[in-house]
């Protein structure tokens, strides 16, 4: 099979390292990729919402099916654009069409879609220009905390938990009246606050059927002890202690079955990954957001425990045959810490050349590329989350401190990661 793969993060790198591992993959193609994706494929210029271009190179490469990475190009309708080509009638799209993906693309649209499907979730209320001044006053009178989350795509920062009534109405405003994430908070989902532990958990469907795959738990806030801003990610575990066999039953139950038999009773066609952001509240589930994609970091724990050949399991999400699947999990810890540029989530520099990689012990630890690029030969930094080591271990505790130790090896100028990951199951 002759694969594309769209995407250039450590999301990308991670499922990468494992579609070149099927037999099955011929020839595997990335795009626009990384300094670490080019050890498995062949990386390819082209941008991620350059639908034609990505077109094209279907067309040139013989492509058998695309793997959609990131959101932006699903909620922009790039699965849509190619399988209506006439000239790709034979290819395979892993990736919602621009309807599914609005469980990502639009927070009023999932909010509106787990009340339709009787899913467990924060109550919300939702505004806009047209009721600014109601939502003042909504906001004057709501318990505190208050989360105030931007409708549409906002790069991951489109979310404020705000500790009082001024910051909230500064925020709103900030949000609709002075576009502070443009397009996307042009609409405001007003939601009670959960308090709880987060938890991630993802599953493919082939729009019938679903598995569920290895649930993790990311590490959003820059500094030790979850403070500091909200960055991508800064790293992630999984198993999570926690997730009992009584919990996942809750979970699916509750939310992954009505969340899949939702979608298609809606006519809404989705085969590919559905993230379920959840906040567990005394053994409680409560979604908190839908991804209409795989996250990042959790995928370079997740995809690290999966033990099925990955372009088995595509092909029959492609073919509504997942049916027929029994996933198989690597019964080790996967702990992976994110390296990060100094000054990030803020303004950072970028070009430094990244030493050391190949020192790593491939044994336990594996590392994923993030935000790389290649100059004069060498690898350098181009983004703010760099790259992540994954290890294998007993326990949190074992697989992280083996990370930590493989992270000691490399170095580029004013690195960063956290010390901490796992850090309250220890």
Sequence with gaps: MRILLLGSGGRENALAWKLAQSPRCEALFIAPGNAGTTRFGTNLDIS????EGIRKACMDEKIDMVIVGPEEPLVKGVTDFLISSK??????????????????????FAKAFM???NIPTAAYREFTLDNYTEGVEYLRNHTLPIVLKADGLAAGKGVVIAENHIEAIAEFELMIQRAKFGEAGKKVVVEQF?????????????????VI???????????????GPNTGGMGAVSPVPFVNKELMQKIEEKVIRPTVEGLRHEGLEYRGFIFFGFMIVDNEPYMIEYNC??????TEVVIPRLKNDLVDL????????LDKVTIETDPRTACTVVAVSGGYPGDYAKGYEINGIESINTEDSLLFHMGTGLKGG???????????????????FDAVEISKEEMQKVTFTDMNYRQDIGFEFE
């Excluded at 991620?48 to 639908?51: K, N």
């Excluded at 595509?314 to 045959?321: E, M, P, Y």
């Design 293 to 298: 994609r795989m996250g990042d970091p959790e």
């Design 194 to 210: 959960l308090k709880g532990i987060e938890i991630s958990v993802f599953v493919l469907t082939d729009g019938k059927n679903y």
């Design 213 to 227: 795959l290895p649930e993790a738990k990311d590490y959003k806030r820059v500094g030790e002890g979850d403070t």
């Design 378 to 396: 060498k690898v350098v930094t181009s983004g703010g989350r760099v790259f992540c080591i994954t290890s294998y271990g007993r326990s949190i």
């Design 115 to 117: 009340m339709r499907h």
């Design 314 to 321: 595509l092909d029959a999400v492609a073919t509504q045959q």
């Design 87 to 108: 000239s790709l009638a034979e290819l395979d799209v892993i990736g919602p069409g621009k309807a599914g993906a609005q469980l990502e693309g639009s927070k009023a």
């Design 48 to 51: 991620l919402t350059d639908f």
